[in-house]
DNA sequence: GGACGCATGTAATAGGTTACATGATTAC
DNA sequence: GTAATCATGTAACCTATTACATGCGTCC
């Protein structure tokens, strides 16, 4: 059967280390590639499900006092499945964004609630961006990925980084030109 | 039970006028506020619930020598629930995107390919922008949307189209921004 | 005669979320 | 003693997609 997103997300981290259940849960609470994420009961289901069709393996190691671990590696044909995808152009998926869908219903509500519900989400978004800039800043100190080239695991995750970066900053521009243009219409009461 | 997007889209649709659910299915294949869709399968069982729900009603037009139809009101009650949603702030949700998924794992492909496969999207992505640009035009040959202000369903969707532009422009700036990164690298192989 | 548009649905499946469930160790 | 972290999973449910299914009228 076909693999899911998921399963080449999973598969994309297991090509930069082997890693356990746990710790790819851990990388994907915050979204990896800034634009995915799953729960863990999502993980280790198809973590085997990715270990029948021969894409990963693993081995268990036991320790003393803590809690064995599955350590899962990707395969020969891990690889080559997860290039083959890679390589291979996609369309562009309908978009699905929940709040453009309430502000379609805005007209409906008081003007000072509408802002006020305009205002939370920008500030969300301005938080997310400051997280991200953040990240980038760390990533910089570790010396400039660009210089690594497209070869380098550490220059694509930089390059989805900045894509997160972008995607939040215009988020919250396009929040400040709405707020202003309906400043400007007069319907605020602050 | 809680009423999911969809049935705000369907509000948001009816509350601008009535129309059957095959009306709202057109509207839908091209997303509804440039950021949601829904294939009829979904769309007439969810009017249905929102029927019972009390939210919509709907009355059946016959027609000589045409399929007779349904058409979907909004009720009081729905737009009460409409409303109260709308003005209601919200999280951001995790943010979804397979074509980000493939760049992180795109130092596995070949330069030339991943190249390719990046500019593919970048052109799917000025499509979109062309048309939107295009729908953006039509709406501003009807007059200023901006001058009807908060209260105005022309407006919203107005709002909503622009984040689809700045959305899909900030896209197309950033598959350029990569793929010149990837040049000055000179991992390009034309 | 065949394709297309109008008009309405159902069934099967896949993908994802929430809640349920367990058990050991370490830090306070 | 209690909360947090490590570590792994299962079950129930909801949402959305794909494929299946029907029938009339009009245009070519």
């Not at 990963?56 to 083959?84: C, D, F, M, W």
């Not at 007209?107 to 991200?132: F, G, K, M």
Request: a negative charge; glycine letters at 6%; one cysteine or more.
């Amino acid at each position: 059967m076909a693999i899911i997103p998921l399963g080449y997300a999973l598969l994309g981290l297991l090509a930069r280390a082997p890693q356990s259940g746990y710790e790819l849960i851990l990388r994907m609470e915050e979204p990896i590639a800034f634009f995915w994420h799953a729960r863990r009961s999502q993980i280790y289901p198809e973590l085997e499900r990715l270990e029948t069709e021969g894409l990963v393996s693993h081995t268990v190691v036991e320790r003393h006092n803590r809690p064995s671990k599955k350590i899962y590696s990707i395969t020969q044909a891990g690889l080559a499945e997860l290039r083959a995808w890679a390589g291979k152009p996609m369309d562009v998926p309908p978009d699905r964004d929940e709040f453009m869908l309430k502000v379609y219903s805005l007209w409906t509500v008081e003007p000072s609630e509408a802002t006020a519900v305009i205002r939370a989400y920008e500030q969300a978004h301005a938080n997310r961006l400051d997280r991200y800039e953040h990240i980038k800043a760390e990533m910089l100190h570790n010396g400039d990925p660009i210089a690594l080239g497209l070869h380098s695991p550490r220059f694509a995750a930089y390059a989805t980084l900045q894509r997160g970066i972008e995607y939040e900053s215009g988020y919250v521009a396009w929040c400040r030109w709405l707020l202003e243009a309906l400043e400007a219409d007069g319907g605020i009461q602050t």
